[in-house]
């Protein structure tokens, strides 16, 4: 508006000051001798009228845009020529039609190029800023990505030097990275007839836009082969290869794809570099405009940069897709059209809902629901599809893709939704190995546990005959001591495995006061202690707050703790339990004064079969090796954590910790 009331004022100037008489004589009458001369309104008249027509066309033109706009202005220009000659003719007044269309247009040309340069601006800073966010995304220079695309070559051609050239301000070619292998054979820039000649090589690639190629002496002893560095047609630079070897035609093509990666780096860093003038309106200023289209190119680059992601998950196992959130489908892989059962033309005709419907199944009936579930909480959605009628199991997940960055006030991050990710995956195999893997546990716990129980027993009935030798009851008890052992073993296996299988039963968990389950259990292991004269003492420590647990699991924890506490320690001495409340947890500890656990034993402790070998001793045959891996397991499955501190000769601290409720 500001704009459209200044042309009114200069064009009142410049009619007051009689420059355009000569364009207002041509929209009157002319007036004969003897009659009165035509009236011109008063300047303060004149002025006000000329503001109001230039300010009405410019506000038009702001609302409605110019091509609306146009038809309107143009017949009102005509109604007020035509109003012009037959009051000019009839009644002697001239309305300043020539003033009024002059200040009308230049205020709609003001106005006009003021849109326009806000436009300008605005795309100027949206390019400018789409090239910064690489500056954020990317950590490593240009520098670093030209040497590692030079070295990158070096392992696939028998390469002596290359060297990558840019154009400097005045189109010369100059060197912007090197990479050699051998540093004696490197050639001085700019200092001998060689270099030019290598120079000029790559001027030819350049200006022809082909490989140029100057065979072993015409140079030097190097075949030496000039490359140009293009993307989206446009030659940003030269690579330059000095070769061992004659140059093999059937190489331009991983030339060809490493020179485009070369080239959107040259032209990243040159954006880097500049900063588009956004003082000027790009149509106005050639170095504007140029600085843009380079910008542009960048842009270009990184789009065809980030499609390489759509080409890796083309190249995964697992079916993948990926949903706008107004449900279209951007991008749906091999692997999941062969899960779905639909081609590429059948899948560009579904949207989000139609896809997930393929995949209807009893725990999965309702695709939107899931759908909307992941919306609203942002948690992924994860079933298991049995299919029996092709005798097929499907993993799904549908999750939704977010962007973090950092809140304003600096407190946290903010996550904006950017897209729907789901993903496929056959578990048919692994489910089948589950069940023969739930089978071999079904033959160790069946056809195991029956002979051993008879070896046992035997060798129990056996040892128990007064007509049998000692040294024949000795062998006996320890056939009974081995017997024994190996049933242990089983069943603790048979615990973890349990636990393991993905198929497990869910564990029931209660509210439970873990001083409470310590307080009992150590009731319960007063008569194991009591056998090598351990005592065994409970810490209090006020009130401790319930755990969400398994309360007969979280006591076999707490039962193989305390019995490897016993069984590890010396006679005489203490073993400590205590409960401790921390942040977000509650933390069962069992102490002992025992033998310790040696260093490099603590890390592999809770593997399954392990067993310490101590110093001078032999490993405890008693032991089965899975009294702390059923620990671990057990704990881990309720969200806790297990830890242990320990020094040789001093004694050991096992504990573990649940989340409090």
Not at 44 to 53: G, I
Request: aromatic share 6%; net charge neutral.
């Amino acid at each position: 508006m500001t704009l459209a009331l200044a042309a009114g004022v200069a064009t009142c100037a410049i009619w007051k000051a009689g420059l355009i008489d000569p364009l207002q004589a041509a929209f009157v009458v002319d007036v004969s001798s003897g009659e009165p001369s035509l009236q011109t309104p008063h300047l303060w008249l004149a002025l006000l009228l000329l503001l109001t027509v230039s300010a009405s066309a410019g506000y038009f033109v702001s609302r409605v845009g110019a091509r609306r706009s146009f038809p309107i202005l143009c017949l009102g220009f005509l109604a007020m020529c035509a109003a012009s000659l037959l009051l000019s003719r009839f009644y002697k007044i001239d309305i300043l039609f020539a003033p009024m269309a002059l200040g009308a247009t230049s205020a709609v040309a003001l106005v006009q190029l003021q849109l326009l340069w806000r436009i300008d601006r605005a795309l100027s800073r949206h390019v400018d800023e789409a090239v910064r966010e690489t500056d954020n995304l990317e950590e490593s220079s240009a520098e670093t990505r030209l040497t590692g695309g030079l070295r990158l070559l070096q392992t696939v051609l028998p390469i002596e030097e290359t060297i990558v050239f840019q154009p400097n301000e005045v189109g010369a070619l100059i060197p912007c990275a090197r990479l050699r292998a051998n540093s004696s054979a490197s050639i001085q820039s700019t200092r001998n007839k060689i270099w030019r000649r290598l120079v000029n090589l790559c001027d030819i690639a350049v200006e022809t836009n082909d490989v140029a190629i100057a065979a072993s002496g015409e140079i030097d002893q190097f075949d030496n082969v000039g490359i140009p560095l293009r993307h989206n047609h446009r030659i940003v630079g030269a690579l330059l290869l000095r070769l061992h070897e004659p140059f093999d035609q059937s190489d331009r093509r991983l030339l060809a794809a490493v020179g485009s990666q070369l080239a959107r780096n040259l032209q990243r860093e040159d954006a880097r570099k500049k900063k588009l003038d956004s003082n000027l309106p790009s149509f106005i200023s050639a170095r504007t405009s140029g600085h843009r289209l380079q910008t542009f190119d960048v842009v270009s680059g990184l789009l065809a940069e980030h499609r390489f992601g759509a080409q890796v998950l083309a190249e995964a196992s697992d079916g993948y897709a990926i949903a706008y959130l107004d449900g279209t489908l951007a991008y749906v892989n091999e692997a999941f059209l062969a899960a779905a059962r639909i081609d590429q033309s059948e899948a560009r005709q579904l949207d989000l809902f139609g896809l997930l419907n393929r995949f209807r199944s009893g725990v999965f009936d309702e695709p939107s629901i899931a759908v909307r579930r992941v919306m609203q909480s942002g948690e992924p959605y994860e079933r298991e599809l049995q299919f029996s009628d092709r005798n097929q199991t499907l993993e799904l997940r549908i999750g939704l893709a977010v962007e973090r960055h950092a809140r304003s006030n600096g407190n946290g991050h903010a996550q904006t939704p950017l897209c729907l990710a789901i993903r496929v995956r056959d578990v048919t195999c692994t489910k089948e190995y589950e069940r023969l893997k739930s089978d071999m546990i079904s033959l160790m716990s069946h056809e195991l546990r029956t002979p051993l129980t008879s070896i046992n027993g035997f060798a129990e009935l056996v040892a128990s005959d007064e007509k049998v030798p000692v040294e024949s009851r000795e062998f006996l008890q320890i056939i009974s001591n081995e017997s024994q052992r190996m049933s242990r073993m089983i069943d603790t296996f048979l615990s973890v495995t349990q636990l393991e299988r993905s198929d497990k039963k869910e564990v029931t968990k209660i509210a439970l006061r873990l001083d409470e389950v310590v307080r009992e259990t150590i009731t319960s292991m007063q008569s194991v202690a009591k056998k090598k004269r351990i005592r065994l003492a409970e810490q209090p420590n006020g009130q401790i707050p319930p755990v969400a647990a398994d309360k007969s699991l979280i006591t076999q924890v707490l039962t193989k703790l305390l019995d490897n506490a016993i069984k590890y320690s010396a006679e005489r001495t203490t073993v400590t339990v205590s409960t401790l409340l921390e942040a977000e947890a509650v933390r069962v500890v069992v102490e002992d004064r025992g033998y310790g656990v040696p260093g490099e034993s603590i890390d592999r402790i809770w593997e399954k079969f392990y067993r310490v070998a101590r110093d001078g001793q032999e490993k405890d045959e008693e032991s089965t090796g899975l009294g702390l891996a059923f620990v671990k397991e057990v704990v881990e499955q309720h969200g806790g954590s297990v830890a242990v501190e320990s020094e040789v000769g001093r004694g050991s601290k096992f504990s573990f910790a649940l989340p409090r409720l």
